[in-house]
């Protein structure tokens, strides 16, 4: 029920990227303008709203706050369909961002509190699915609904689902007890956290901010190349929208999707022995991946780029749940939302916010000199960022191994 959530949270993120053209056609808007509607406004409200949402859903209902978060973003969804110049769909679209702020760290915590240590990483790995699949299905059917019924329509549909699915929330997921799989049990009294302290404990604990900036150094690469792939695609590769429709939504559904499940059970595995899995796995993951992403940005045709590129999304994406898991584990149970948040604020501010608009001003950069495949070197300098990412997992390891030791 969670991943179905967050499948709902990524395709509204990604319906404006899909729908641009008719969007801008019917609304007269420019590159520019839709550029800030699907970065920094999205942004701005989508890390930093969810800091008070998470510190909200700690000391009340977690089911209760993702319930109504869905609710949210989901009406807002349907008000970008029926905005009506851009004024409208820019607040319609700060809303969306304001609703989905709630939607991940309150799972997070749900599902920290359902399973316990040895089961967590996979049971977040499934959760994980939720941006592949949403990925995948924007990809595969936004387009086509949009072509036969209209770029209106999607919004609409896909926010109604949205408001009937907060409703099923609401019902039926039930609220487990904070602590409940911990190694002590859960507490006959739970304290409320207290907001700043939490933030504090947060940002001087070396695991924590470790584990985060590693995963917003892979997310400067997920979001660099994300966010440009399809246009990549066609431009580089010689895909045309169809192609991309089909072979594209493929590879996001079997690469990143495999990535998601298979990583969890792996980390699973690796971290019975120690915690060090954590981070030991990722940071063996980004070297693997590393070269055949090299290798996928200087491909020749599009069919060898895809082959490569599956291997890519398939070990692009350990660090998710194993930060994600790591995070859980390492704070109190009350604090677990709002550590979520502040783990996502940390990741999205420096992937969402700051991978795609490298990519971007690097492209753009290259081509003012002279550059005819300006994209394609702007893709290749995110290289760095694999090795800044491997070596802070390295680092994390190190310190997850001296606290072992200690």
């Known amino acids: ?10 395709l509204d993120r990604q319906l404006l990227s899909i729908l641009a053209k008719p969007i801008q056609d019917a609304l007269q808007i420019s590159d520019g303008q839709l550029g800030l509607i699907s970065g920094l406004y999205f942004a701005m409200f989508y890390c930093f709203i969810a800091i008070p949402v998470g510190w909200l859903a700690d000391r009340t209902s977690r089911v209760g706050v993702l319930s109504l978060a869905c609710a949210i973003w989901s009406g807002a969804t349907v008000a970008c369909g029926m905005a009506a110049n851009y004024t409208q769909l820019v607040i319609a679209r700060m809303v969306v961002g304001f609703g989905e702020a709630g939607g991940v760290p309150p799972s997070y915590a749900i599902i920290t509190d359902t399973y316990p240590p040895g089961k967590r990483a996979a049971a977040l790995g499934i959760f994980n699915l939720g941006p592949a699949i949403g990925a995948a299905a924007g990809v595969a059917f936004g387009a086509a609904i949009a072509e036969r019924f209209g770029w209106r329509i999607p919004f609409i549909a896909v926010g109604a689902i949205g408001i009937v699915t907060a409703l099923v929330v609401w019902l039926m997921v039930r609220e487990p007890k904070r602590g409940a799989t911990d190694a002590d049990g859960p507490a006959d009294t739970v304290e409320k956290a207290a907001f700043w302290p939490t933030v504090r404990m947060f940002v001087s604990n070396r695991v924590l901010m470790l584990a985060a900036l590693g995963g917003g150094a892979t ?3 997920t979001y660099g190349l994300g966010n440009f792939a399809v246009l990549f695609l066609m431009r580089e590769k010689g895909m045309v929208l169809g192609e991309v429709a089909i072979w594209y939504a493929l590879v996001l559904l079997i690469g ?100 795609p608009t490298w990519v971007g001003f ?33 680092g994390l390891a190190r310190v997850i191994r001296n606290e072992e030791a200690a």
């Open 362 to 394: 690097a492209s753009d950069w290259f081509q003012a000199g002279g550059d005819a495949h300006g994209l394609q070197s702007a893709l290749y300098t995110l290289t760095p960022f694999y090795i800044v990412a491997i070596g802070l997992f390295l």
């Open 219 to 221: 997310q400067f690469v």
């Open 256 to 355: 990143m999707g495999g990535g998601m499940i298979v990583s969890g059970r792996v980390i699973d595995r690796m971290t019975r022995k120690s915690r060090t899995g954590y981070a030991i796995a990722p940071a063996l993951s980004l070297a693997v991946a590393m070269p055949f992403y090299l290798a996928f940005v200087s491909a020749p045709g599009w069919p060898l780029a895809l082959a490569l590129l599956s291997v890519v999304m398939v070990f692009n994406y350990f660090y998710l749940s194993a930060s994600v898991a790591l995070v859980q584990e390492e704070v109190k149970p009350n604090q677990r939302v709002l550590a979520g948040a502040l783990l996502l604020l940390v990741m999205n501010f420096i992937g969402l916010g700051l991978g």
């Open 1 to 10: 029920m969670l991943c179905f959530v967050y499948v709902l949270n990524f």
